[in-house]
Every structure is written in structure tokens, then in C-alpha cells.
């Protein structure tokens, strides 16, 4: 068995679309559409194709710990579009 996958890079179904959190903005007004294509490693691996519009969020790595002396990293991302 392989575990290559195959990205339909132009998908023919509707992505999920989505705005940037109030919390997480930074500047400009970001919409995001995702096309999910696999979940795997326990759905810690998500693949597929992601679009966004210009802005700058805060983008939050990681998982959250049980432990509290453990947090995500963040970190500044700056978004252009995907696609022309």
C-alpha cells in the first residue's frame, strides 16, 4: 500500500469558505476557501487545497497541551491569493 496521495489541484467541488477570526486579524479583510481532500495520522495530517484573499492574521501552530507550562507558538502570516 502507498502512502502517496493524489491533490486534485483544481478541484471540482465546492470548497468550505470562511472568514479570518476577529481575534486572529491583523490587517485587511481575509476570506479563505479550503478543499479538503484527506485526513490521515489520526486527523493530524489534513490535505487538500487552500485560497486566500490579501491580509495578515495571526496563525496559531500546533496543539494545545495538557500541561501548563506547554503553548503554540504564533506566529504572523501574511496571505495572498492561491489562484489567479
Known amino acids: 500500500m502507498s502512502l502517496l496521495k493524489s491533490v486534485e489541484t483544481n478541484p471540482s467541488f465546492s470548497p468550505r469558505e470562511s472568514k479570518a477570526l476577529p481575534e486572529r486579524l491583523i490587517a485587511g479583510d481575509p476570506a479563505f476557501k479550503t478543499w479538503a481532500q484527506d ?7 489534513h490535505t ?18 495538557s500541561s501548563a507550562t ?3 507558538a504564533l506566529s504572523k502570516s501574511r496571505r495572498t491569493p492561491a489562484r489567479q
Open 48 to 65: 487538500g487545497v487552500w485560497e486566500a484573499t490579501p491580509g495578515e492574521t495571526r496563525s496559531i501552530k500546533g496543539r494545545r497541551s
Open 70 to 72: 506547554s503553548s503554540p
Open 39 to 45: 485526513v490521515a495520522k489520526d486527523d493530524l495530517v
